[in-house]
């Protein structure tokens, strides 16, 4: 039990060491991996379901050369893609959203700083440490961040393009 508090204070102090801005940047970044995790179960577990369903129907059919089957063909890959797509762009825009926030931190550390110095008269650097982490925790944790979900983005996005691959593969034209 020990422990944990002992993690949980550490946590804490980083926290308000960032400021506020951290916490929306916290808040980003579990988003972000909830979704992303969610697209790798969905791809793994849940996707096989609605690949079966598309490749059943696909094979009920008696003939696959027509202008028809062509069209039944381009809307049941269609209707995988959208569903393999669903939370890609949201994951795309967080990451990208990632380095603003941390941006937005140091921004809000930098006039925690002036103000500061205003207050002082600029000459008191124990007094403008506090702004300065402030201004330089957010934006290396914006950095993370990101990095962590372009990793992320990238790994899923290639499991899209492999699933996408798989159906196409196996709705033959004949």
């Not at 969905?42 to 094979?59: F, H, P, R, T, V």
Request: aromatic letters at 10%; charged letters at 20%; zero cysteines.
């Amino acid at each position: 039990m020990i422990f944990i508090q002992d993690i949980w204070e550490g946590v804490r102090d980083f926290m308000e060491l960032g400021g506020v801005v951290l916490w929306f940047i916290f808040v980003l970044l579990s988003v972000m991996w909830t979704l992303i995790f969610e697209r790798i179960w969905y791809y793994k577990m849940g996707l096989q379901k609605e690949l079966d369903a598309s490749l059943s129907i696909w094979n009920k059919r008696p003939e696959r050369k027509s202008k028809r089957a062509h069209q039944v063909r381009d809307k049941l890959l269609s209707q995988i893609s959208i569903r393999i797509n669903q939370y890609l762009p949201l994951i795309k825009t967080l990451v990208a959203l990632s380095p603003l926030f941390g941006l937005l931190g140091t921004v809000t550390g930098m006039i925690s700083v002036f103000e500061t110095m205003a207050i002082t008269g600029g000459g008191d650097a124990k007094a403008m440490s506090s702004g300065v982490s402030m201004a330089t925790i957010p934006t290396m944790a914006g950095m993370v961040t990101a990095l962590s979900g372009v990793f992320g983005f990238t790994y899923i996005q290639g499991l899209a393009k492999k699933k996408k691959r798989l159906l196409e593969n196996r709705l033959t034209l004949e």
